[in-house]
């Protein structure tokens, strides 16, 4: 395994080693297309990303959690390689993400298990409810949506600015928002940070806040449960976190990464494995109705 300072020395190639290694599928989205990437063998796991993200939000998990898992990791509609949905909503979004699982598992190799992080867990939601016969279970990490008071992330200038000037403000933008610890704000996060924004394309926050998690859990027929940062910034407290998901499902599963913020799995990534993990080897609850 690549170590962290290895991933650091070279962030490029580190990146372009790791991608190289998946197998990349591509199914219909809008007019065009939406890209996958596939690695490792083992009970299937789809990972979804966050807003202004692309499958390199899950860079720091995808080689230990490969040795477990057929992970299948999204660029979501009009985010990274991906095209735009068909409609921006959650109903062309999920229609694109029903239509891609659909043709990598086929019927039989459906449901499976799912694991959203921030607007992916809101998006992972959606599709859930509408789409029901592809998921086994979900796993949201450091979801908004549940209208929950919201943290203020602290996002300053970086247009303009070069050197280490500007390697200064990239760093205080994801100490703003994304991490906690300044070491965790390294040359890895920081080369991955302006490119997978430029190229998101979808405005998500009409598509999480206030509420609209909240809204859709209801319909949601599979067990849901939850990782948190400790010090998540901008969906801070996981107790009023927790509370919320457990109004609408009283057995979920919340596990808190201690010492990690919104980007948790990132972060921490042995501790948030670990969490995820314990979720996935529970026996599935039997929801009501």
């Given at each position: 395994?690549?170590s ?7 962030p ?5 080693e790791?991608e ?5 599928v591509?199914t219909p ?6 890209v996958?990437?596939i ?5 299937p796991?789809?990972l979804?990303?966050?807003a202004?993200g692309?499958?390199t939000?899950?860079?720091r ?5 490969s ?9 979501l509609?009009?985010h990274?390689?991906?095209a735009?949905p ?5 109903e ?11 043709e990598?598992f086929?019927s039989?190799?459906l ?7 921030s ?11 509408l ?11 450091g ?19 070069v ?11 994801l100490?703003?928002?994304m991490?906690?610890?300044p070491?965790s704000?390294?040359?890895?996060a920081?080369h991955?940070?302006?490119p ?9 926050s009409q598509?999480v806040?206030?509420?609209r998690?909240?809204?859709i859990l209801?319909?949601?027929?599979v067990?849901?449960?939850?990782i948190w940062?400790e010090?998540?910034?901008?969906h801070?407290?996981?107790a009023?976190q927790e509370a919320?998901l457990?109004?609408i499902?009283p057995?979920t ?5 201690e ?19 314990e979720?996935?080897?529970?026996p599935l609850r039997?929801?009501?109705?």
């Open positions: 395994m690549i962290v300072a290895e991933q650091n020395a070279d490029v190639a580190f990146l372009a790791l190289a290694r998946a197998e990349r591509e989205c809008g007019e065009g297309t939406m996958w990437r690695w490792g063998e083992g009970s796991l789809v979804a990303h966050g202004q692309s499958w939000h899950w860079v998990n995808l080689e230990r959690l040795r477990r898992h057929r992970l299948i990791v999204a660029d509609p009009g990274g390689q991906s735009m068909e409609t921006q909503d959650h062309g979004i999920s229609k694109a993400l029903a239509q891609g699982l659909d990598i086929g039989e190799g449901p499976v298990d799912l694991c959203g992080f607007f992916g867990g809101v998006a992972l939601a959606h599709l859930a409810a789409y029901p016969h592809v998921v086994r279970r979900l796993v949201i990490v979801c908004g949506g549940l209208d929950t008071p919201i943290g203020h992330p602290r996002l300053g200038r970086v247009s303009g600015l050197g280490e000037e500007r390697r200064a403000a990239l760093k205080a933008n100490l703003g928002l991490l906690h610890h070491d704000a390294d040359d890895l920081i991955m940070l302006l997978t924004a430029k190229a998101a394309r979808l405005n998500a598509l806040l206030p509420d998690l909240a809204k209801p319909r949601v027929r067990p849901v449960d939850a940062g010090l998540d910034l901008p801070p407290d996981p009023a919320v457990r109004a499902q057995e599963i919340f596990k808190v990464i010492g990690a913020g919104h980007w948790a799995m990132y972060e921490r990534p042995e501790p948030f494995e670990a969490a995820l993990e979720i996935l080897a529970t039997t929801m009501p109705g």
